[in-house]
């Protein structure tokens, strides 16, 4: 499966966590594929609670988001978010703007959070560069 997350907003991420250190591109790679996975997982979820309402749109409070953030105060681009959303639900579904910017708030979150982790674990190994195995160590440890 290809990634359909660009890795500059990723590593816009990290990189935001990281403060002085750097951050390798394997690691904005790999955090791309964690999130684009995430995304896909949440989205299912999301969507067969949308089927037990009987809809067929997604919206944000199928991603358990009640306010929804706005648009320009996030870092991770809408369209690539929407097409992360279709990745494994039929094609029937529709994914409502506000879902999509929900879903784009969660996997920031989620992507934060990893960074935040993936950090520690690069200064704990005594690094100046967050590496693609330190974000695979924290999939290891925490998941």
Same mark, same amino acid.
Do not use: Q
């Given at each position: 499966m290809s990634v359909e997350l660009p890795f500059a907003p990723v590593d816009a991420i990290i990189r935001?966590? @990281? *403060?002085?250190?750097?951050v390798s591109a394997g690691a904005a790679e790999e955090l791309a594929r964690r999130i684009q996975r995430h995304g896909a997982e949440l989205?299912?979820?999301? @969507? *067969?609670?949308a089927t037990d309402d009987g809809?067929?749109?997604?919206?944000?409070?199928?991603f358990g988001v009640q306010q929804v953030v706005d648009r320009d105060d996030l870092e991770l681009p809408i369209a690539p978010v929407d097409r992360i959303a279709r990745l494994e639900i039929d094609d029937s579904y529709r994914v409502s703007m506000d879902a999509r910017i929900a879903l784009a708030d969660i996997l920031e979150d989620y992507a934060d959070n990893v960074a935040a982790a993936a950090v520690t674990l690069a200064r704990h190994a005594d690094r100046r560069t967050v590496q693609a195995d330190d974000i695979e160590t924290y999939f290891a440890l925490f998941e």
């Open positions: 935001r966590n @990281a *403060a002085s250190l750097r989205t299912v979820e999301a @969507a *067969a609670t809809r067929k749109t997604l919206m944000a409070e199928d």
